[in-house]
């Protein structure tokens, strides 16, 4: 499981930051999926491995502009490029108006299926052949989401031995056990594949979190998940001095939550743009580093543009670069 920041600024882009967007795939850039899409999320697309055609679905975490303001754009890219795939948009309905406004307003078109889906509805669940997903609610201005993606489908491992006992030698009947399908053998057996095979290990989960100023309500969802994403807006100080109105967390709050929730990785995004120094002394990147580390002891990292990050199937996080993994903060 791969994932990729395409942006990890809060509210206005900076120089180095774009606007919240994740992609997220089960193996790589094919196919692949997208958590938020700011403003500007399709120029991010064109410096990374991800194309519009590949795309299987979009999930929003709520209506405010920079998680959003990207769609028209991107949607109407993927048209003019002669995308004919069916698309669904996991969103708040408020979405779909925006989007429907948009291109009645400018004179454009899509060429293919969207297909909108109430993050909203309860009871919401999500899934294809790689990932079952759904919704927390979270705490913030406006109703808002997390999306929780649970990897489906795992490899099986044949039970040999039991296939052997049972007279069921090596051959084509042991590939479609293994796939997972039932199968029925010439002397009139029907073969169970839940009955000769296991699945060794348990599935990976991811958590994406969208705005959001009590971790808490994270909890239950947190049990057996590897990963969470999460805001880390401001640091402790300047989140006392802005006040709760903008409704966000700090680095702070989200790491006693991650280390409460005895989570094993944390990355955290979705900065405030007076983060951007890296002089000591002025607000800087750092700062918020600091003060996640003084209260977590998992692996912590903090989310740049363009980082993608593989989940293995042991469980263990990395960052990938150029050369290879690298570590964490």
């Not at 363009?306 to 903060?329: A, C, I, M, Q, S």
């Amino acid at each position: 499981m791969e994932f990729t920041f395409l942006g990890s600024s809060a509210g206005t882009p900076t120089r180095s930051r774009n606007v919240t967007a994740l992609a997220l795939g089960p193996r790589g850039p094919k196919p692949w999926y997208l958590v938020d899409c700011g403003e500007a999320t399709q120029h991010q697309l064109l410096r990374s491995r991800y194309s519009v055609m590949q795309l299987k679905a979009i999930f929003i975490t709520h209506i405010h502009g920079d998680h959003i303001f990207g769609l028209p754009g991107l949607l109407t890219s993927a048209s003019m490029l002669g995308r004919e795939e069916p698309l669904d948009l996991i969103a708040p309905p408020q979405v779909g108006r925006f989007i429907q406004a948009a291109i009645e307003n400018s004179d454009s078109s899509l060429s293919f299926s969207l297909n909108l889906i109430n993050s909203e509805a309860e009871g919401f669940q999500w899934q294809d052949e790689y990932f079952s997903v759904t919704a927390v609610p979270l705490s913030h201005r406006v109703p808002c989401r997390a999306f929780v993606f649970t990897e489906r489908n795992l490899e099986r491992q044949l039970q040999q031995d039991k296939l052997r006992a049972d007279g069921i030698e090596a051959g084509p009947e042991w590939g479609e056990l293994q796939k997972g399908k039932d199968v029925r053998l010439p002397d009139g057996r029907l073969l169970a594949a839940d009955d000769y095979t296991c699945i060794p290990r348990e599935p990976r989960k991811l958590i994406v979190a969208g705005d959001n100023d009590t971790p808490e309500l994270l909890a239950q969802a947190c049990q057996g998940a590897q990963v969470l994403v999460h805001e880390a807006t401001y640091t402790q100080d300047v989140a006392d001095r802005v006040g709760p109105w903008p409704q966000h967390s700090s680095a702070e709050q989200v790491a006693r939550f991650a280390r409460q929730a005895q989570l094993p990785n944390l990355v955290l995004t979705h900065f405030s743009s007076r983060y951007q120094s890296e002089t000591e002394g002025t607000p800087n990147i750092n700062q918020l580093a600091a003060e996640a580390l003084r209260h977590y002891k998992g692996q912590l990292f903090l989310a740049r543009d363009f980082d993608t990050y593989r989940l293995e199937k042991d469980f263990t996080l990395h960052r990938l670069d150029n050369n290879g993994l690298t570590g964490p903060v």
